[in-house]
Each structure stands twice: as structure tokens, then as C-alpha cells.
């Protein structure tokens, strides 16, 4: 059972905006940044956004994130077919002190 | 380029222990913490347990605290971690990631983790 709560799956089409939701609560998401990573299948996970809506160099500002008290989102917007994969929102746990993620989110480009 | 590099997979009956390490390239390997996250099959990913490189420190899971060493090697910058009493719900891919780490003008504790090895299968079987 993953401590930050994620939509199973989530769908578009080309070209259309999805957003992707994570809930946590005070001691992570409420309490620490959120970041999100994307993982195709059969490799490791890539950093997407951190520190809530920061974009490593390279991702494109198609994607973008958000937060709001304890809950947080990731945005894509003028979706593509290689935006297909699963997508994960972690946070650090004050409680726990560790990591803690989502269940991840399947993005499927209908 | 930084990169970590894992050990090959894994094949263990239940009940024994395995040994995974982590070669990190490209950077000062005691200026970041590491990291073990697991996955197992169509699951999502598990944090397992953590290293402060620099003085060997570890911070563990609450549910792999009896099961799980940590450990490095600075002298060649790799990281270990040790899983014993192995059972077949052990089966993952097992990653090694880095993680960056600092407090905000805000006051809020930034944390991401910003590389990850390729990983390394562990499968469990009899």
C-alpha cells in the first residue's frame, strides 16, 4: 500500500491536456516538496519534475507541476503517444524519514 | 558522465541472503547520499533503505530494518546492500539512485532523487 495516493490510470489524446493527482498528508507532501518521475517499461524511473514544479534540463515545459497543501499534480499538456508510460510522485516522509511514493499513475495516449 | 553502476542479476533459493552493489562514476561519491528502491513485478516502487556515503550512516524501512545491511566503499565508490532471509515476495528489480538533498530559504526540505542505476533483477525462486 503506497503512503502518497495516485489514479491507477489516466488517459488522453494527442494533442489534449491530462493532469495526474498525488495526495499525501502533513508529514510528507504537507510538509516537503514533491517531485515526479517517469518510467518506461523495463527501465529504472527518470527524474521529470522536483522541488514541485522544477524541470531538469532536457525535460520539455510541456510538463509541469504543482502543490497545494497536502496534495500535488503533474500536468502534461499538447499530449504525444511517447508520453506513454507510468508515472510516480514521491515526497520525503518526516514521520517515516524516508522517501515515500505513489502507486503511480498509467498515462495512456488513446 | 554520472552514472551508478549495478551488479548483475540474481537467481537465490528462499530463506538465503544476496548482495547487490552500486558504482557510481562522475561524481564525489561521499558528497550524496544513496539509495535502495525496489519494484517488484508490475508493482509500484518500495524505498528500502538509505547511506549517508560520507559516514556510513544508514536509515532503514521500517519493514526491511531486520533484514537489510547497507553498506560502502569509498575507496572504489560503491555501495552495497544486503538482503537476507530471502522469500519468494523478495523477487524485484532493485535500483540504486542518488538523491539531492538541501534546506530552502523557505524552510521546507528539499529532496529528490536525481539518478538512478539501470537495476538489478533478484528473483527468488526454488
Known amino acids: 500500500q503506497a503512503v502518497l495516493t495516485q489514479s491507477p490510470s489516466a488517459s488522453g489524446t494527442p494533442g489534449q491536456r491530462v493532469t495526474i493527482s498525488c495526495s499525501g498528508s502533513?508529514?510528507?507532501?504537507?510538509?516537503?516538496?514533491v517531485n515526479w518521475y517517469q518510467q518506461f517499461p523495463g527501465t529504472a524511473p527518470q527524474l521529470l519534475i522536483h522541488s514541485n514544479d522544477q524541470r531538469p534540463s532536457g525535460v520539455p515545459d510541456r510538463f509541469s507541476g504543482s502543490k497545494s497543501g497536502t496534495s500535488a499534480s503533474l500536468a502534461i499538456s499538447g499530449l504525444q503517444s511517447d508520453d506513454e508510460s507510468d508515472y510516480y510522485c514521491?515526497?520525503?516522509?518526516?514521520?517515516?524519514?524516508?522517501?515515500?511514493f505513489g502507486g503511480g499513475t498509467k498515462l495512456t495516449v488513446l | 558522465q554520472v552514472q551508478l553502476l549495478q551488479s548483475g542479476a540474481e537467481v537465490k533459493n528462499p530463506g538465503a541472503s544476496v548482495k547487490v552493489s552500486c558504482k557510481a562514476s562522475g561524481y564525489t561519491f561521499s558528497g550524496y547520499y544513496l539509495h535502495w528502491v525496489r519494484q517488484a513485478p508490475g508493482q509500484g516502487l518500495e524505498w528500502m533503505a538509505s547511506i549517508n556515503t560520507n559516514n556510513g550512516n544508514t536509515n532503514f524501512a521500517q519493514e526491511f530494518r531486520d533484514r537489510v545491511t547497507m553498506t560502502r566503499d569509498t575507496s572504489i565508490s560503491t555501495a552495497y546492500l544486503e538482503l537476507s532471509g530471502l522469500r519468494f515476495d523478495d523477487t524485484a528489480v532493485y535500483f540504486c539512485?542518488?538523491?539531492?538533498?538541501?534546506?530552502?530559504?523557505?524552510?521546507?526540505?528539499?529532496?529528490?532523487?536525481?539518478?538512478w542505476g539501470k537495476g538489478t533483477t533478484v528473483s527468488v525462486s526454488s
Open positions: 514521491a515526497a520525503w516522509d518526516d514521520s517515516l524519514n524516508g522517501p515515500v
Open positions: 502533513r508529514s510528507n507532501i504537507g510538509s516537503n516538496t
Open positions: 539512485v542518488r538523491d539531492v538533498r538541501f534546506l530552502g530559504p523557505d524552510n521546507y526540505f528539499y529532496f529528490y532523487m536525481d539518478v
